[in-house]
Every structure is written in structure tokens, then in C-alpha cells.
């Protein structure tokens, strides 16, 4: 996919009871950083800040790195430390 | 294939364990994660599982790949039970087949080890004293009640 659309931010156990929703959808430019969304998911979720340090995020069902880029289409999924087992 | 499997359901761990009996094979582990009553003294009266299970299920996969390039297995299966679990409930079961014994304890040993590291599931305890708590890993130290080890 080229241009602009939305990305799908997902949320899991704590972090969507902290961002008091188990999903957003974000409108994005064209390809943007992990990072940028992140700080968007910040902003719109202000619950999520005090987790901000522990929280794991992925893309597209795989672990992500802030430098990993998102495009429109994309997953994105925000969760705490995971504590299955 | 290795049998990779989330459900609500309670788990077969006879199935599960005869999934990967194989003329291969020499040794068969099974592991079995169970609810627990009492950790650190804190009282549990019942505990819930939530799952990212796209993801949870790929990771599982990749779980198995891995151990398969680490180990000589011949046959894996894992399945992990979501939902509210009662106490002594078995929440993961993981069973693996190998040539001789050491290895099957082995993999066996990093497969749990890495799927808790690693897998998308939350354990949320309900306690006896009416809280009701997410556990993380890394939140141990923020919260009185906070455990990392479940299993």
C-alpha cells in the first residue's frame, strides 16, 4: 500500500485497561517509524504514560523496534511485559 | 508440523502427549503448567488468560522452529489454555519427543523458558482478598502483589 491511510493500534491486558480501549485507528501520512506512532499513541491514550517504560510493542504480529517503519494497513500492537506459562 | 494450539477449552494432556510419540523416538517430556494457590503469600482464588492470539500462534511456531535448530526433536506440540483457569488447572502443556533423554528434558526446559519470556499471554490473578491483578514481569517491584514466576 502507497499514501495515506490508517494504521490499527492494538492493546492487551494492562495496556488496553490503562488506554481504556482495546484498539485505535490512526491516520498516517504514507510509511512513518515505529517511534511516530508511538508518541501518536501516547498523546491519544494519556493512560498508557505511566506504562510507557515497560510496554512492548509489535508490528504486523512480529516484535518491533522504534526504528521498524509502519505503513498504512499495518498492525500495530502496544502490551506490557508478557506473563503467559 | 509441530500441534500449536490456543483454546478455552480444558486441555487433553494425554492427547497432547500421545500427539508426538513417535517409533523415533526414545523419550517423551511432558510439562505441564498448573495453577497455584498460594505465591509469595499471596492467597489466588482464580486466575484468567488473555492472548494476542495472531500473533501468540506465530510466535508459538517460531517457538518450535527454533527448538527443532537447537534440538534433535522429532515430534513438538504446545497448547496453551486461555480464559478462567480454577485452581490445579493446567494452563500450558508442552510435550516433545526426542532420540534420548537428556535432550527431550532439555527442549522441553527452553521451550517453557522462552515461551514465557516471549509469547503474547497475560495472567490476571484474581485473589481470595477480592483483588484482582495483572502480573508482569517487570512490574514486580511496583506492585505488593506482583509475582513473575507462575509456573
Known amino acids: 500500500m502507497t499514501g495515506a491511510g490508517t494504521v490499527t493500534v492494538l492493546f492487551f491486558a494492562a495496556a488496553r485497561d490503562a488506554a481504556g480501549t482495546a484498539q485505535l485507528q490512526l491516520p498516517v501520512p504514507a510509511k512513518v517509524t515505529l517511534a511516530q506512532i508511538q508518541q501518536q499513541v501516547l498523546r491519544h491514550a494519556g493512560g498508557l504514560q505511566p506504562l510507557q517504560s515497560l510496554l512492548l510493542w509489535a508490528v504486523n504480529n512480529q516484535y518491533a523496534l522504534p526504528a521498524t517503519m509502519v505503513q498504512p494497513g499495518d498492525t500495530v500492537a502496544c502490551f506490557p511485559p508478557v506473563s503467559g506459562g | 508440523m509441530p500441534v500449536i494450539h490456543l483454546t478455552d477449552q480444558p486441555l487433553d494432556y494425554t492427547a497432547i502427549t500421545e500427539s508426538v510419540r513417535d517409533p523415533a523416538a526414545g523419550a517423551v517430556v511432558l510439562f505441564l503448567g498448573t495453577v497455584r494457590e498460594f505465591t509469595a503469600g499471596q492467597q489466588t482464588e482464580h486466575l484468567e488468560y488473555e492472548a494476542y492470539r495472531e500473533m501468540a500462534e506465530s510466535s508459538l511456531k ?90
Open chain 2, 62 to 151: 517460531q517457538l518450535a522452529d527454533e527448538a527443532s535448530a537447537r534440538f534433535p526433536i522429532v515430534k513438538t506440540a504446545i497448547v496453551h489454555r486461555l480464559g478462567a483457569l480454577q485452581l490445579s488447572d493446567v494452563a500450558v502443556a508442552i510435550a516433545v519427543s526426542t532420540p534420548h533423554r537428556a535432550q527431550a528434558f532439555a527442549a522441553g526446559q527452553w521451550l517453557i523458558d522462552t515461551l514465557k519470556q516471549r509469547v503474547p499471554i497475560w495472567k490476571r490473578e484474581h485473589y481470595t482478598d477480592g483483588r484482582v491483578l495483572w502480573q508482569h514481569p517487570a512490574a514486580v517491584a511496583d506492585s505488593a502483589a506482583g509475582q513473575s514466576e507462575g509456573t
